[in-house]
């Protein structure tokens, strides 16, 4: 990508901004100015570039299948850590093997950004950035470590429902249905109805903005400083339809523990309002909450479509990304 065509900052999106806004620079980087652009070319441009991520690959273990590598703050910039240093941030360059692949650091920028501005939903900071020779990446700061490079508790739901290739086979990740996993929530959160009702609403914008990845790895709870263990803030949102041909639900039981509206499902592999109502039903949120909720997911909101306007999508996937989210709303609103 060509530097010089900023117009917005590679965080917040906003416009006006040809490198990270103040608030971001506060939200992300402690307020040093870190620049969006790295000192050093991308993994794949060289055997020299490779050799700087590989060991780092090797230690980082967050899992998952795209490329994580484990950054840290250095003064005013970031590089990837060194054995036995604790990092603070993971960065996921381009994969391989996907459709649209240049896409993927823009569309997890873009999509985290709607949730966490448009939807008010608690997410992990995070922000675009490029390597020298341009190629995008997307970073994202860790909430389990702290300021002084210790870490919160955490623990991801396949852990705590006690899943592993061991206990559930090599896709034990993705194993259940929604409604079982929201038991973690009871039986681990005092404070759990408050926790269900944003529970709840990542599982509808996972489901309106196509993320077919949104597994049991993928939903966490993380220690507080009461020592009381709390949803985290979501991670790892992205419209997966536009890299891969996706499921609309990542559990293999989908949303329901049993067969609640299944022939509708096989017939059209959509849910609509209903299924959503009943699910918060099922889990503990009151009638009146869901629906006030479910509502705020089905108005029109001016400022999503200014943010995939602003993004760093090309022309093409900015179109792409919001059909897909138009043409599930619509369903959605219209069961």
Known sequence: MNMDEIQYCPGSLA???????PSVLRRMFKGKRVSHI??????????????????????ISISGVQEK????????????TKLEEQGAYILKPVPRDLMQVELVPANEHLTMQIASQVYGIQTAENVMLFFRNGKPAYITRRFDVKNDGSKWGKEDFATLAGKSPDTAGPDFKYTGSYEEAAEIIRNYVAAWRIDMERYFEIIVFNYLFSNGDAHLKN????????????????????NTNMHVNDTPFALDKGL?????????????????WD???????????????????????????????????????????????????QTRRNKFISK
Do not use: C, W
């Open 15 to 21: 416009e006006g901004f040809q490198t990270y806004s």
């Open 38 to 59: 790295l000192p050093f070319d991308s993994p794949d441009a060289s055997e020299e570039t490779m050799t700087l991520f590989l060991e780092n690959r090797k230690r």
């Open 69 to 80: 590598i484990s950054f840290l703050l250095d003064n005013d910039s970031l590089r990837p």
């Open 219 to 238: 939903f966490s709870l993380l220690e507080a400083a009461s020592g009381e263990y709390r949803l985290s803030p979501a991670y790892d949102l992205i």
């Open 256 to 272: 329901f523990a049993d067969n609640f509206g299944s022939d509708y499902f096989s017939r059209t592999h959509q849910r609509g």
């Open 275 to 325: 299924d959503f109502l009943e699910l918060g039903n099922r889990i503990g949120i009151t009638d009146n909450r869901a629906v006030k909720m479910l509502e705020k997911f089905g108005e029109k909101k001016p400022g999503m479509e200014i943010l995939i306007q602003h993004s760093f999508l090309s022309s093409k996937g900015k179109r792409a990304f919001l059909q897909h989210f």
